[in-house]
Protein backbone atom coordinates (compact mmCIF):
# COMPACT_ATOMS: atom_id res chain seq x y z
CA UNK A 1 0.00 0.00 0.00
CA UNK A 2 2.84 2.17 0.61
CA UNK A 3 4.04 2.07 -2.78
CA UNK A 4 0.44 2.60 -4.23
CA UNK A 5 0.74 5.72 -1.97
CA UNK A 6 4.11 7.04 -3.27
CA UNK A 7 3.66 5.92 -6.83
CA UNK A 8 0.09 8.06 -6.65
CA UNK A 9 2.32 10.83 -5.43
CA UNK A 10 4.65 10.79 -8.06
CA UNK A 11 2.09 10.66 -10.65
CA UNK A 12 -0.36 13.94 -8.40
CA UNK A 13 2.97 15.51 -8.20
CA UNK A 14 4.31 15.53 -11.90
CA UNK A 15 0.27 16.56 -12.77
CA UNK A 16 0.40 19.48 -11.04
CA UNK A 17 3.50 21.11 -11.69
CA UNK A 18 2.47 20.15 -15.91
CA UNK A 19 -0.77 22.16 -15.23
CA UNK A 20 1.72 25.06 -13.25
CA UNK A 21 3.68 24.57 -16.55
CA UNK A 22 0.74 25.10 -18.73
CA UNK A 23 -1.14 28.28 -16.15
CA UNK A 24 2.25 29.99 -16.44
CA UNK A 25 2.59 29.96 -20.44
CA UNK A 26 -1.20 30.80 -20.47
CA UNK A 27 -0.38 34.16 -17.47
CA UNK A 28 3.04 35.45 -18.54
CA UNK A 29 4.00 37.40 -15.34
CA UNK A 30 2.97 41.29 -15.80
CA UNK A 31 6.00 43.32 -16.81
CA UNK A 32 6.08 47.17 -16.96
CA UNK A 33 7.23 48.64 -20.64
CA UNK A 34 11.01 50.29 -20.14
CA UNK A 35 9.80 53.49 -20.79
CA UNK A 36 6.96 53.32 -17.99
CA UNK A 37 7.33 53.58 -14.38
CA UNK A 38 4.95 52.47 -11.26
CA UNK A 39 5.13 55.29 -8.83
CA UNK A 40 4.13 55.01 -5.29
CA UNK A 41 0.39 55.53 -5.61
CA UNK A 42 0.13 52.40 -8.42
CA UNK A 43 0.04 55.18 -10.82
CA UNK A 44 2.21 54.38 -14.32
CA UNK A 45 4.11 57.63 -15.24
CA UNK A 46 6.60 58.08 -18.81
CA UNK A 47 9.81 59.19 -17.75
CA UNK A 48 9.11 61.92 -20.63
CA UNK A 49 6.54 63.37 -18.95
CA UNK A 50 8.87 63.77 -15.68
CA UNK A 51 11.51 65.42 -17.44
CA UNK A 52 9.35 67.49 -18.89
CA UNK A 53 7.99 68.54 -15.30
CA UNK A 54 11.89 68.98 -14.17
CA UNK A 55 12.10 71.40 -16.99
CA UNK A 56 9.45 73.44 -15.98
CA UNK A 57 10.26 73.58 -12.78
CA UNK A 58 14.22 74.66 -13.43
CA UNK A 59 12.40 77.51 -16.28
CA UNK A 60 9.92 78.46 -13.69
CA UNK A 61 13.05 78.80 -10.45
CA UNK A 62 14.92 80.38 -12.87
CA UNK A 63 11.82 83.03 -14.21
CA UNK A 64 11.24 83.86 -10.17
CA UNK A 65 14.84 84.21 -9.57
CA UNK A 66 15.24 86.79 -12.25
CA UNK A 67 12.22 88.93 -11.09
CA UNK A 68 13.65 88.71 -7.46
CA UNK A 69 16.81 90.10 -8.78
CA UNK A 70 15.05 92.63 -11.16
CA UNK A 71 13.53 93.95 -7.96
CA UNK A 72 15.83 93.82 -5.75
CA UNK A 73 17.64 96.20 -8.59
CA UNK A 74 15.00 98.91 -8.45
CA UNK A 75 14.97 98.83 -4.65
CA UNK A 76 18.53 100.07 -5.13
CA UNK A 77 17.97 102.37 -7.91
CA UNK A 78 14.97 103.57 -5.88
CA UNK A 79 17.49 103.76 -2.58
CA UNK A 80 20.29 105.52 -4.35
CA UNK A 81 17.37 108.18 -5.95
CA UNK A 82 16.19 108.56 -2.14
CA UNK A 83 19.65 108.99 -1.03
CA UNK A 84 20.31 112.04 -3.80
CA UNK A 85 16.99 113.54 -2.74
CA UNK A 86 17.59 117.20 -0.89
CA UNK A 87 16.28 116.03 2.56
CA UNK A 88 15.73 119.98 3.52
CA UNK A 89 12.76 120.22 3.53
CA UNK A 90 10.22 118.98 6.73
CA UNK A 91 7.17 116.66 5.83
CA UNK A 92 5.27 119.13 8.53
CA UNK A 93 6.28 122.53 10.32
CA UNK A 94 8.48 121.92 13.04
CA UNK A 95 8.95 125.35 13.62
CA UNK A 96 11.88 128.01 11.84
CA UNK A 97 14.95 126.85 13.25
CA UNK A 98 14.04 123.51 12.53
CA UNK A 99 13.71 124.23 8.86
CA UNK A 100 16.72 126.75 8.62
CA UNK A 101 18.79 123.81 10.55
CA UNK A 102 17.55 121.14 8.44
CA UNK A 103 18.56 123.25 5.23
CA UNK A 104 21.48 123.97 6.68
CA UNK A 105 22.41 120.43 7.81
CA UNK A 106 21.04 118.25 5.16
CA UNK A 107 18.90 116.23 7.48
CA UNK A 108 15.32 115.93 7.68
CA UNK A 109 13.82 118.59 10.38
CA UNK A 110 12.11 115.13 12.14
CA UNK A 111 15.68 114.03 12.72
CA UNK A 112 16.73 117.18 14.14
CA UNK A 113 13.08 117.58 16.09
CA UNK A 114 13.99 113.91 17.59
CA UNK A 115 17.15 114.74 18.60
CA UNK A 116 17.05 117.74 20.13
CA UNK A 117 13.98 119.58 19.37
CA UNK A 118 16.26 121.56 16.95
CA UNK A 119 17.54 123.29 20.04
CA UNK A 120 21.47 123.68 20.79
CA UNK A 121 20.73 120.73 23.39
CA UNK A 122 23.68 119.27 25.33
CA UNK A 123 23.21 115.99 26.90
CA UNK A 124 25.99 114.66 28.86
CA UNK A 125 25.52 111.20 29.81
CA UNK A 126 24.50 110.23 25.91
CA UNK A 127 26.29 108.81 23.33
CA UNK A 128 28.32 106.01 25.28
CA UNK A 129 29.22 108.78 28.02
CA UNK A 130 30.97 110.80 26.05
CA UNK A 131 28.19 113.60 25.69
CA UNK A 132 26.02 114.13 22.50
CA UNK A 133 26.02 117.55 20.99
CA UNK A 134 24.06 119.99 19.24
CA UNK A 135 20.80 119.78 16.79
CA UNK A 136 21.85 116.27 15.49
CA UNK A 137 23.28 115.28 18.95
CA UNK A 138 26.63 114.35 17.77
CA UNK A 139 28.99 112.29 19.46
CA UNK A 140 31.65 114.38 20.61
CA UNK A 141 34.30 111.45 20.48
CA UNK A 142 33.83 112.89 16.48
CA UNK A 143 35.46 115.91 17.27
CA UNK A 144 38.50 114.16 19.48
CA UNK A 145 41.75 113.91 18.00
CA UNK A 146 42.21 110.34 19.04
CA UNK A 147 38.87 108.53 17.38
CA UNK A 148 37.14 106.86 20.47
CA UNK A 149 36.21 103.75 18.14
CA UNK A 150 39.53 103.62 16.19
CA UNK A 151 42.80 104.78 18.56
CA UNK A 152 45.21 105.01 15.47
CA UNK A 153 42.48 107.20 13.82
CA UNK A 154 41.52 110.70 14.92
CA UNK A 155 37.72 111.60 14.71
CA UNK A 156 35.86 112.43 11.78
CA UNK A 157 35.84 116.00 12.49
CA UNK A 158 38.76 116.52 14.51
CA UNK A 159 40.22 119.70 14.66
CA UNK A 160 36.46 121.22 14.39
CA UNK A 161 35.04 122.96 17.01
CA UNK A 162 31.79 121.76 18.12
CA UNK A 163 30.65 125.17 19.49
CA UNK A 164 31.16 126.96 16.43
CA UNK A 165 27.86 126.46 14.18
CA UNK A 166 30.07 126.47 10.85
CA UNK A 167 32.24 123.72 12.24
CA UNK A 168 29.61 121.89 13.53
CA UNK A 169 27.27 121.91 10.06
CA UNK A 170 30.79 120.98 8.36
CA UNK A 171 30.68 118.02 10.72
CA UNK A 172 27.28 116.63 10.42
CA UNK A 173 27.68 117.07 6.58
CA UNK A 174 30.79 114.54 7.04
CA UNK A 175 28.77 112.38 8.79
CA UNK A 176 26.45 112.53 6.39
CA UNK A 177 27.96 112.70 3.26
CA UNK A 178 25.72 115.89 2.54
CA UNK A 179 22.40 114.38 4.09
CA UNK A 180 22.82 111.30 1.57
CA UNK A 181 24.13 108.79 4.63
CA UNK A 182 21.38 108.92 7.42
CA UNK A 183 22.56 106.16 9.13
CA UNK A 184 23.88 107.45 12.32
CA UNK A 185 20.83 108.79 13.19
CA UNK A 186 18.93 105.68 12.24
CA UNK A 187 17.29 104.02 15.67
Do not use: K
Amino acid sequence: MRSFLSGLLVVAGAFLVGQMTIWMLDHPPHVEPAEARVTSLGTVTDPAHDVEIEIGRIQHDEHEARLAAEAQAAEALAAAERARTPRSTPTRDLGPDCARLAAQMNLPAEILYRESRCTWAYNPTGCGGRGCLGPAQLDAGHFNDTSPWNPNAQGSCAGLNPEVEADYVDCVNRLSAGGTNLRPWAF
